[in-house]
């Protein structure tokens, strides 16, 4: 902040303006809110060893608010578990993080697509890919079970996609893309685990088909759980996005029996790749990559038909706006980002490649008088800004995940590509604002 200094002087008598900068508490505007993107970014190197990185999926434990990152070790093939500890640690700065805490005498090759959540007693549940040869859980899968090392869910050719979270009752659920075999149709399936008497993953699991959907490339999913009810968005078989929810058995399109779930394309506007992910708190919100114009785009739902996308029973429920250009991360199915909701105030992450020729982490807000998102009455709506540029020098930001505490700060998990390293993002509160008192003295 640049700091200006003031002073006065009166003939005669002499007025002198002393000039004090304070710090007061800011007032409330968005611009100012804790979850706003904009301010100071805490970059960290979190894990170096080997090609770490790839993949993470970032969880904050609820008890405690301390992230846990699930990534890949592309060097060894195996599944790794970040977080900070407070003696004993192996990496991060300081050795003030774990690292090597998941240990496998194992020589298959598994770790991607991870997808870590916690459920409301603090517990901890990875699903993960299995070198696409079926999918695995590691974890606490339900409240009072012992954590599980591993549990294959799916034994099939190739799994993507894979996202985790918890019923109510801290149970786990799996939303995630599967084909059987090389040219077979991909399908939209979700796993619950029962502990017993299931048709998948050693019985402990139950598995259904909910719709075929896009095989091109690879696929992703993103799982809602709301008010015990799943809802799983995706790119269906035309490459739209597309939402899947539990219908009154009978009513529905797809699911079981062709009948007990409604599929709907959310967005027929757009043909959709790479990631896409969704949040809850106060608005439910999707963000997700429109691949043709190399955009990064954002879906709210409404509660009423006013919007512009979504179609049957959700026919403009949906708001889909595009945010900005980002380029295309040398494969569709990495491009993107992910979302964090804060008191209904959304916070974007995301990989952009356009901008300076190599890949950039950055965040984007709704923000009167901005730089990207829709314009209303000559003004951006949205302000994107950069949160880790690589030091002018490496490419970053791949595959980010994003989450808010309770205190409104963001962190986000992500892979250096030209480092080959897990890097973190940790949002610091923001500076008071310095504000001038002008202080009279008399001299005589």
């Known amino acids: 902040m640049t700091r200006i200094q003031l002073t006065r002087f009166c003939i005669g008598t002499a007025l002198v303006l002393m000039v004090f900068i304070v710090s007061v508490m800011p007032q409330l505007s968005f611009a100012n809110q804790p979850n706003a993107g904009g301010g100071t970014w805490e970059i960290s190197v979190i894990d170096s060893t080997n090609n770490v990185g790839l993949t993470p999926s970032l969880a904050l434990q609820p008890t405690t608010g301390k992230p846990y990152i699930s990534h890949y070790d592309g060097s060894a093939g195996d599944l790794k578990l970040a977080f900070p500890v407070t003696a004993g640690g192996d990496c991060g700065p300081g050795n003030t993080w774990s690292c090597n805490s998941l240990y496998f005498q194992n020589i298959d090759t598994f770790g991607l697509f991870s997808s870590i959540a916690f459920n409301s007693l603090g517990q901890w549940g990875i699903v993960y890919s299995a070198g696409f040869l079926g999918n695995g859980?590691?974890?606490?899968?339900?409240?009072?079970?012992?954590?599980?090392?591993?549990?294959?869910?799916?034994?099939?050719?190739?799994?993507?996609?894979?996202?985790l979270a918890q019923y109510d009752n801290g149970t786990s659920a799996a939303a995630y893309a599967a084909k059987a075999g090389l040219g077979e149709p991909t399908y939209l399936r979700l796993a619950r685990y029962e502990g017993s008497g299931g048709n998948c993953g050693g019985s402990w699991w139950s598995c259904l088909t909910i719709t075929e959907i896009s095989g091109i490339g690879i696929s992703d999913t993103a799982l809602l759980i709301s008010q015990n009810a799943p809802q799983i968005f995706y790119r269906e078989v035309n490459e739209r996005l597309a939402f899947a929810s539990l219908a009154v058995p009978g009513f529905g399109n797809c699911g079981p029996g062709d009948n007990t779930w409604y599929c709907l394309v959310l967005d027929n506007t757009a043909v959709t790749d790479g990631m896409i992910s969704v949040a809850r708190d106060g608005v439910t919100a999707i963000t997700y990559y429109d691949a043709p114009n190399q955009s990064l785009k954002y879906a709210q739902y409404l509660g009423s038909p006013t919007g512009n996308c979504g179609t049957g029973i959700i026919n403009n429920y949906w708001r889909c706006i595009t945010i900005e250009s980002i380029g295309v991360a040398g494969g569709n199915y990495l491009s993107g980002g992910d979302l964090a909701i804060f008191a209904g105030q959304p916070l974007l992450v995301y990989y952009d490649k356009d901008d300076v020729g190599r890949g950039i982490l950055k965040a984007a807000y709704p923000f009167d008088g901005g730089n990207c998102g829709p314009m209303v009455a000559g003004e951006y709506t949205w302000m994107c800004e950069v949160v880790d540029d690589g030091d002018g020098v490496n490419d970053v930001g791949l595959n980010p995940s994003i989450k808010i505490g309770a205190d409104g700060l963001a962190q986000v998990a992500y892979y250096d590509r030209t480092a080959g390293d897990l890097k973190f993002a940790r949002q610091l509160p923001p500076s008071p604002p310095e504000y001038l008192i002008f202080l009279p003295v008399i001299t005589r």
């Open 137 to 163: 859980f590691r974890g606490i899968p339900a409240v009072g079970s012992s954590e599980v090392f591993w549990d294959e869910i799916e034994p099939l050719d190739f799994v993507t996609g894979n996202s």
